[in-house]
């Protein structure tokens, strides 16, 4: 009941060890031996008091002597464990809580030593996570927090490292290296043009449509007609009309009478 067991929480068969189980410092329990003397001293008054009222200390100094015991157990009970792999803590007697993390959710850790604390050598650690875990982010009477704070930052770097070599073995050891960026599509296709000594900006190709509108046939054959006039009259034929891509000319058609 005493003993948390931390070897069953372990995953062995992933490889997990313990690098360091870190015990409550001798400071945490200083209220509580204080409360189970105060709880002895009362159940002695037992003795001191009128014969009918004996057991009013007697409940009394076992109620605090109990609360007392409860409260040392408690304090001895909880473990914060680092492994190569995670972060976990045990604690309770009766009922058992596990609270875990995994090393690389670990943002920071901060180290709060109080006065009292640089005194007698322990500190509290205050861990910022990804997921803001309650049950680890604080633990308090840490003895020696200076080194164990060390030994997580060394468990970090080293299983950084490792999943790094994991994920170039799995591509034969080999660097990895990210793709080459794609090559922008071109979106206008341009005309050559004669080199000369002032170049331009590349002049898009526009090309006429290529679905004729259904009045096609009256423009060529107004066009035949001048044509065929012009000869006969032995005038110069007439320039061609100027290319309208859009086909929104409206003017209206001369017909000769």
Partial sequence: MFDPRIEKHLITDQGEHVVDEVRKHWAASVSAVLELFGGIVVLL?????????????????????????????????????????????????????????????????????????????????????????????????????????????????????RGAAGRAEQFGGAHIMPPPPAAPAASVTTADSVHDENPTAPVPDVRPATNPSGWDWLADAQRREDERLAQLRGEPAPAPAPFDPDRTNTAPIQLPR
């Fill in 45 to 161: 008054l037992s003795f001191f008091v009128p014969a009918q009222a004996w057991w009013v200390p007697a409940l009394l100094g076992a109620a605090v002597t109990g609360h007392a015991i409860w409260r040392y157990f408690e304090q001895h009970t909880d473990r914060f464990v680092i492994t190569n792999m995670r972060v976990f803590r045990v604690h309770g007697i009766l009922s058992q809580r596990i609270a875990t993390m995994p090393l690389a959710r670990i943002l920071d850790i901060s180290v709060y030593k109080p006065v009292v604390g640089r005194v007698f050598g322990y500190g509290h650690f205050v861990f910022e996570s990804a997921a803001q875990e309650q049950g680890l982010r604080e633990i308090r009477y840490v003895g020696d927090p200076d080194e164990r704070g060390l030994t997580i930052q060394r468990v970090i770097q080293q299983a950084g490292l």
